[in-house]
């Protein structure tokens, strides 16, 4: 799949496209919705799907001292991006120059003018431009006076409410693995380079694969049950620690994964830990015994829950 800088003119053959615009962080059932939506308008009109997002998030520009909420990072949107049948991901770089576009310029300067879109397609509650002045309605009168079309796809709902990344950010919290991956319709996905550690789970028998969370939301601290992903495609089963360490001075935050019946060298590769259940809160334990017992506990319960996996 093409990615595309939002700061340059879309030309042939991607020009006049279909446009899904979103944040999409997460891309979870509502926003493959409305991405659906436009990948089949665009092949109804033989034009090209193109999924615009904004990185960093706008979120994050206006409060850039919130702790981190990314749900995926760009790779994988654009992956799932693909999947879902467009032909290019927009990236939109959120910055001082875009927060001050009024909705007017948004539309015609940048859909039409910059990006060549034929038509746009969102969810009912996107807003944009300066002071979020836009809304889908702006979209519409827009479309009649200018050529293109747009159409505003409704939430989607579950049992319970509309899926959001709200929503999914709050079970991650508590650790409810089972609803985030029932809104993102995959697992909360964490992508990272195996990084060198203090070696502290070899010498408990228990080798990890450490990974720094990034700009990733920090699910609720504790263990998990976990699948990993390889670069050659791969799939392990394991558990894994999320949190500080508090048995470890000094506490340092890491995700450690522990894959089962697996001894070769990850250090500098990109995985995937996919996160499949939670076992246990962290814990401070008095001494290393006590600690290994209770891993060795959490990997045979890991097993367990993974076990149809």
């Known amino acids: 799949m093409i ?4 700061h340059a003119r879309i030309e042939e053959p991607l020009r006049g496209g279909v446009i899904a615009l979103g944040n999409f962080d997460g891309f979870h059932a ?8 436009a990948v089949r308008h665009a092949r109804d009109e033989g034009r090209p799907a193109i999924v615009a997002t904004f990185d960093p998030h706008p979120v994050r520009f206006f409060k850039p001292d919130v702790p981190p909420f990314r749900l995926t990072t760009l790779d994988q949107r654009q992956e799932l991006f693909a999947a879902a049948g467009a032909d290019a991901m927009l990236v939109l770089p959120f910055d001082a120059t875009l927060a001050g576009t009024t909705a007017e310029d948004f ?4 859909l039409l003018d910059r990006y060549g879109a034929a038509g746009v397609v969102t969810g009912s509650d996107f807003v944009f431009g300066k002071g979020r002045g836009g809304d889908v309605v702006t979209l519409a009168d827009h479309a009649r006076t200018h050529g293109f079309f747009t159409e505003m796809v409704a939430p989607v709902d579950d049992a319970e409410e509309v899926v959001s990344s709200s929503r999914i950010r709050d079970a991650l919290r508590e650790g409810d693995c089972d609803t985030a991956a029932r809104l993102l319709t995959r697992p909360f996905t964490v992508r990272g380079t195996v990084e060198h550690g203090d070696k502290n789970g070899r010498l ?8 720094d ?3 990733y ?9 976990v699948t990993g992903r390889l670069p050659d495609g791969r799939i392990l089963r394991g558990a ?3 949190g500080i360490r508090p048995s470890f001075d000094p506490p340092k935050e890491l995700l450690e994964p522990h ?15 996919a996160f499949r259940a939670f076992i246990r809160p962290e814990a401070k334990f008095d001494d290393m015994d006590a600690l290994t017992a209770q891993i060795a506990a959490d990997c045979d319960r890991a097993r367990e829950l993974l076990a149809n996996i």
Request: aromatic share 12%; no cysteine; hydrophobic share 45%.
């Open 259 to 273: 894959f089962f019946d697996f001894a070769e060298d990850l250090y500098g590769q990109e995985i995937d830990v």
């Open 217 to 225: 939301l920090r699910p609720r601290y504790g263990i998990y049950a």
């Open 204 to 211: 408990l028998g228990f080798p990890t694969a450490n990974i």
């Open 213 to 215: 969370m990034g700009n």
């Open 30 to 37: 509502g926003h493959q919705a409305v991405v659906g939506r």
């Open 107 to 110: 539309i015609t300067g940048l």
């Open 3 to 6: 990615r595309l800088d939002g």
């Open 240 to 242: 894994a620690n999320i």
